[in-house]
């Protein structure tokens, strides 16, 4: 499911902080997939 929501995320049909903030539980694993994409500017609030 992480993964089927970093590609949504990257295709721009969702947004990252909607996402996790309704799924808290597959943000690592969103996370670790737009990096290995090389996306990790998508990646709201990561400082």
Known sequence: MAIYMG???MEEALDYEY???R???LKA???DYLMSKGRDD???GSA
């Open 19 to 21: 996402v996790v903030t």
């Open 29 to 31: 694993g969103i996370d």
């Open 7 to 9: 590609m949504r995320i």
């Open 23 to 25: 799924r808290p539980d």
């Open 42 to 44: 998508l990646i709201n």
